[in-house]
């Protein structure tokens, strides 16, 4: 394992604040994984093992329903991990994982997962934490769907993409996955930001130019 994955370890929410050399230790159990741009890193209902940090590239997280119809859950660039519930129940996968682009990922199976935490429970502590978090988000988008109309809803996934890898390339189809609303609606209410100068986008890149305005479309 190249010099550098435990830095890129300690980034990891659960991950930080351990000792360097704890790092160092949980780091000789990760082993590294290229996906090409396109193919998926798992299947929802997949056996659940092991979770997945990326060292770089961007992975989406997703849904699909029995008729094709997809909603994308988080767009995930360096440094983000994913597969975090399999550390703790080992059960089937709640979502398909997609690689967006070429993808380096670092796995850790959750056995050796188990045995590290028997050695300090502060990790254990960290990834509840962590999994509350995407419980408020799923919370989020809960919520959005319920009483937000499609402009309110672009606008906050907007700003949340904002200076983000995952705002790179970003086609109007997986906006729309992502806010729950069709593509030709989604280029509708994008071209409106645009003309009002809320926002650029251009070759698939988002870029926030007026976020307090943009904002007020939220509220």
Not at 11 to 33: D, I, W
Not at 168 to 192: D, I, Y
């Amino acid at each position: 394992m190249a010099v550098g994955v435990a830095s890129i370890l300690g980034s990891v929410s659960f991950f930080a604040g351990l000792p360097p050399e704890q790092l160092e230790e949980l780091s000789r159990s990760l082993q590294r994984r290229t996906v090409r741009a396109g193919k998926a890193i798992f299947r929802q209902d997949d056996p659940g093992s092991s979770l997945f940090i990326i060292e770089s590239g961007v992975v989406k997280v997703q849904r699909t329903s029995p008729d094709g119809k997809e909603v994308i859950l988080a767009i995930l660039g360096a440094g983000d991990f994913f597969g975090e519930l399999a550390l703790l129940d080992g059960e089937p996968r709640s979502a398909d994982a997609i690689a967006k682009d070429d993808s380096v990922l670092l796995t850790l199976e959750r056995d050796d997962f188990l045995r590290y935490i028997e050695k300090d429970m502060r990790v254990a502590t960290k990834l509840l934490a962590a999994l509350s978090r995407r419980l408020r988000r799923t919370d989020q988008l809960v919520q959005d769907a319920a009483f937000l109309d499609v402009p309110a809803r672009l606008a906050r996934a907007l700003l949340q993409l904002e200076g983000t890898e995952a705002a790179q390339g970003l086609t109007q189809s997986e906006l729309a996955a992502m806010v729950g609303a069709s593509r030709e609606s989604v280029n509708r209410w994008l071209q409106f930001f645009r003309r009002r100068g809320l926002v650029e986008y251009s070759g698939g890149a988002i870029r926030v130019l007026q976020p307090d305005e943009l904002r007020r479309h939220i509220y």
